[in-house]
């Protein structure tokens, strides 16, 4: 066989054709939800999928205050930030996070499997989450899909 002849496919960024998703957030689990819109974000889906190319779909969240999650995370789960200066170290609860801004819990979540470089920066910006059912992507033409989560 000549070397020449089995070449891998790689997808360039030139070619990347991206299709908008809506997905309904009620009732599902945090951490499998998650998984699932970061796999879409990175465009795992796809059959042309190229780790180095940002080649993933635009997603839409709605419903993000209906999340839910098991076992006992809403009192245990923490969030941390630090500004950086000495004793500035905050800590808030899951739960209390939620009612402060529930698309902020999303948002990190699927943030933390998206790949921690400037591909991933760029995928995180194609994710819109909203907390109710109202969004301004109805031009967009979203296909909805269902996550079993």
């Known amino acids: 066989m000549n070397r020449m002849e089995s070449k891998t496919f790689s997808l360039r960024k030139e070619d990347v054709e991206r299709k908008w998703f809506l997905v309904d957030a009620r009732g599902k689990t945090l951490g499998r939800l998650s998984s699932e819109i970061a796999k879409i974000l990175r465009g795992k889906h ?3 999928f190229t780790p180095h ?18 076992g006992d995370k809403m009192e245990k789960k923490e969030y941390f930030r630090h500004s950086g200066y000495v004793g500035n170290y905050k800590i808030i609860k899951l739960r209390e996070l939620l009612q402060k801004s529930p698309t902020l819990v999303l948002r990190e979540a699927v943030k933390g499997m998206l790949p921690h470089n400037i591909l991933g ?18 031009a967009q033409k979203l296909e909805k899909i269902e996550i079993d989560a």
């Open 121 to 138: 920066r760029k995928m995180i910006k194609k994710l819109k989450i909203y907390a109710g059912e109202e969004h301004p992507h109805k």
């Open 46 to 48: 796809k059959p042309v």
């Open 53 to 70: 190319v940002d080649c993933g779909d635009y997603v839409v969240v709605i419903n993000a205050e209906k999340i839910k999650v098991t």
